[in-house]
C-alpha cells in the first residue's frame, strides 16, 4: 500500500501559488538486483515561473573605465540586484597606454572593481580596448606593446578568476571588435600571424578555467588553423585546450542574415551553432528591431547558438520592443541555464554504513549549459544541530548539463559514524573558487518553490530521518 505525505506550506504561499505543494509519496522500486528489491520515495516539486538570479549567466550592463575611474557605484550594484543581474561588463579602456606601460593607478582601479563585485556576489564579462570609435586615429597598440600589457594583466586577473566570468578577445581594432585596426591588418586583410601571437599570449597568460571569446567564428577557426568543418565535440569539450577555451561573442546579434559581417554564410552559422554548444556566447544588439529580432526568431535563435549572456546596453530600441511584445522576461530567464528539479527518488530508510540511492530528474529550461568548472554535492544537515554531517560529490559535470531533460542515477556509501537523527538533503552546485565556494550568491539555483535557501546556496530537497 502506498503512503502520502503532504508537506505543510504557509497559507500565503498556497494563496500565491496552486502549484506550491510538495508531495512525497512512497512507492516500491526494484533496484538493480530483482532478489534484493530497495523500497524508494519520490518527491515532485513545483515549479518555480519567476525570474530567479544566477550566476555567469544572463543580461548584464556595460561600465568603461580608465586610470581616473572611480569603482563601480553602489547605485549599480544595487540596480544589478534588484533586477536579478549577476554579470557586468568591464570595458576597460587603455588609450593612455597604447604606447606605454599600464600605471599603478589603471590597476589598482581594476582591483578595485573587481573586490567591490566579490563583495556584492556579480562577476565581470572583462575586455580591454584602446579605441571606441570607427574613426579614431589609431585604434591599437603595437605587438610589443600589448604583449607588455598582457604581462602586466596577467597577476590581476588570475588573482581575481574567481569573479571574472569570462575575457573577451578586445585588444585589437575599434571597440576590440578586430574589424578597424592600425597594427593588424584591417577589414578583409587581416594579419594573422600577428593576431595569432596576441591570442597565444592571451591563452598563456589569462586564467585557464575561462574562456577567451573572440568575435567571429572565422576568427576562431584562422587563430587555431582548422576548417568550418571541425568544431568542438563532446569528447573535446571543456578540456582547456586552446580550442576549447576559446568561445564566441557576436555583438550585432539579430541585425540581418549574416549579424552585419559576423557570418559569411550557412557554413560558419552552423559551426558556431555546434561549436557554442561547448563553449561561452553572448554579446549585444546593434540596430533598431528587425524581422530577425521578433520574439519567435529571437529566442529560436538564442536557443540554436546556446547563448548565455547578453548586453542590455545596446541597442536600446530592440530590448524595448521585446519588453513591449513581452518576450523579454522569457529571455531573461532562459539566457545561460535554468534548471528546474521535477522529481527526485531516494532509498526510503537511510542506514549507516550502507549504500544509498539517488535519482534526480531535472529539466534546463534554459538556451545553455554552465560554461565555466562547477561541481554538484549532495549534503546532509542535521536538523537538530545544523552541521552538514556527510557530503557527496555527484560524479556528473554540470557543463554537459545541457538543453533539456536529464536524469543523475547516485549511488552514496552512507558513513559508519553517522548519527541518528532528521536531516535536510540538500544540493549544492557552488562556485569553483574556494574564495567565494561558501557565497551563496554564487551557488546556482534550481527554479522550484520552497527549495532554495538563500542564506546557503543549497537547494533543500527533503527532510529523512535516520533511526
Known amino acids: 500500500m502506498k503512503k502520502i505525505l503532504f ?93 606605454s606601460p599600464i600605471n599603478s593607478d589603471m590597476l589598482g582601479m581594476m582591483q578595485r572593481n573587481f573586490d567591490k563585485l566579490r563583495a556584492n556576489g556579480i562577476k565581470a564579462v572583462v575586455r580591454f580596448t584602446y579605441s571606441s570609435s570607427t574613426s579614431a586615429a589609431v585604434y591599437d597598440a603595437e605587438p610589443s606593446i600589448v604583449l607588455k600589457h598582457i604581462s602586466q594583466l596577467k597577476p590581476i586577473l588570475e588573482k581575481n578568476k574567481d569573479v571574472i566570468a569570462l575575457i573577451e578577445a578586445g585588444f585589437i581594432g575599434a571597440y576590440g571588435e578586430w574589424y578597424y585596426s592600425t597594427h593588424y591588418g584591417n577589414k578583409g586583410q587581416a594579419d594573422y600571424a600577428k593576431r595569432r601571437i596576441i591570442v597565444n599570449a592571451m591563452l598563456n597568460a589569462f586564467p585557464k578555467e575561462r574562456m577567451i571569446a ?44 549574416k549579424d552585419r559581417g559576423t557570418y559569411t554564410g550557412e557554413q560558419d552559422k552552423k559551426y558556431t551553432q555546434l561549436d557554442s554548444k561547448y563553449t561561452v556566447i553572448g554579446g549585444e544588439t546593434c540596430t533598431p528591431p528587425t524581422s530577425y529580432s521578433q520574439c519567435n526568431v529571437a529566442l529560436q ?22 519588453k513591449n511584445t513581452h518576450c523579454f522576461e522569457e529571455i531573461q530567464k532562459r539566457l545561460g541555464y535554468r534548471f528546474v528539479m521535477k522529481e527526485v527518488q531516494y532509498t526510503e530508510k537511510m542506514e549507516s554504513g550502507k549504500n544509498y540511492k539517488m535519482v534526480l530528474n531535472f529539466e534546463n529550461k534554459g538556451f545553455a549549459s554552465p560554461y565555466n568548472p562547477r561541481s554538484a ?72 518553490i520552497n527549495t532554495w535557501e538563500a542564506t546557503t546556496g543549497y537547494n533543500k530537497l527533503y527532510t529523512q530521518t535516520k533511526k
Open 7 to 99: 508537506i505543510g506550506l504557509s497559507l500565503a504561499a498556497m494563496i500565491s501559488c496552486s502549484r506550491a505543494k510538495e508531495t512525497i509519496e512512497y512507492v516500491d522500486y526494484q533496484d538493480n538486483t530483482p532478489e534484493n528489491p530497495t523500497k524508494m520515495a519520490k518527491v515532485i516539486y513545483g515549479e518555480d515561473h519567476t525570474i530567479i538570479s544566477n550566476p555567469e549567466r544572463g543580461f548584464c550592463t556595460r561600465d568603461g573605465y580608465h586610470s581616473r575611474s572611480s569603482v563601480i557605484s553602489d547605485y549599480e550594484i544595487n540596480t544589478l540586484k534588484s533586477s536579478k543581474h549577476t554579470l557586468v561588463f568591464f570595458d576597460f579602456k587603455l588609450k593612455e597606454f597604447i604606447s
Open 301 to 322: 535563435t538564442m536557443g540554436k547558438y546556446h547563448w548565455s549572456y547578453l548586453n542590455l546596453s545596446y541597442h536600446q530600441d530592440m530590448i524595448a520592443d521585446w
Open 214 to 257: 573572440v568575435r567571429t567564428p572565422l576568427i576562431k577557426t584562422n587563430l587555431l588553423n582548422i576548417s568550418l568543418n571541425s568544431p568542438l565535440t563532446q569528447s573535446e569539450a571543456f578540456n582547456r585546450s586552446n580550442k576549447a577555451r576559446l568561445g564566441h561573442h557576436n555583438d550585432c546579434f539579430l541585425a540581418d542574415e
Open 377 to 448: 554535492y549532495i549534503k546532509f544537515r542535521s536538523v537538530s544541530d545544523g552541521r552538514i554531517h556527510f557530503s557527496h560529490q555527484i560524479q556528473s559535470n554540470p557543463q554537459f548539463w545541457f538543453t533539456g531533460n536529464h536524469r543523475l542515477e547516485i549511488s552514496i556509501n552512507l558513513p559508519n559514524h553517522l548519527p541518528a537523527g532528521d536531516y535536510d538533503v540538500l544540493l549544492h552546485l557552488p562556485d569553483a573558487s574556494m574564495s567565494i565556494a561558501d557565497k551563496a550568491e554564487y551557488a546556482v539555483r534550481f527554479a522550484n
